[in-house]
């Protein structure tokens, strides 16, 4: 397993998408369209035809969007968005045990903000002020992790 992160991140959400096939895709074209760099996706289950979407994207992408999230939501359907900065986008690559990682992390009191998973990559938002200590962690238990 390896570990990349990237420190200044924020989740944005995309409140109450109409659930249809190829909405997540749209958004994430509208963003790329309006020069933002999304890092991870992650849908929540649907309820009553609507669904939340969020977003990795860059700190400083995450502050455009706060600014013009009304134009935004618009633009993507969404009731609201909202924007959380200060988050950091922890990654782990070729996770064999993913239950072992997430109770780790659980373990250290670590709240995750935002979750994906693709094969063999977990993607975990968290606060950036935890970040070192999660690091650390990682750097002592799994020496050649980072």
């Known amino acids: 397993m390896s570990v990349h992160y990237k420190e200044r991140v924020a989740k944005v959400t995309f409140r109450s ?14 963003l790329r369209e309006e020069g933002f760099t999304v890092l991870a996706a992650s849908f929540d289950s649907s309820v009553g035809g609507r669904a939340d979407f969020s977003v990795i994207v860059y700190e400083s992408d995450g502050k455009v969007i706060r600014r013009r999230r009304e134009e935004i939501a618009e633009r ?24 072992a990682v997430l109770e780790t992390l659980a373990n250290m009191g670590i709240n995750l903000e935002f979750i994906a998973l693709t094969s063999g990559v977990l993607g975990v938002a968290i606060r950036r002020s935890l970040l070192d200590e999660v690091l650390m962690y990682l750097q002592e238990e799994v020496p050649h992790a980072l």
Do not use: C, S, W, Y
């Open 17 to 30: 998408l109409k659930d249809r096939p190829g909405v997540a895709a749209d958004v994430i074209q509208i």
């Open 76 to 99: 993507t359907g969404a009731k609201e968005v909202v924007v959380d900065p200060g988050l950091a986008l922890v990654e782990f690559l070729d996770v064999l045990d993913l239950r």
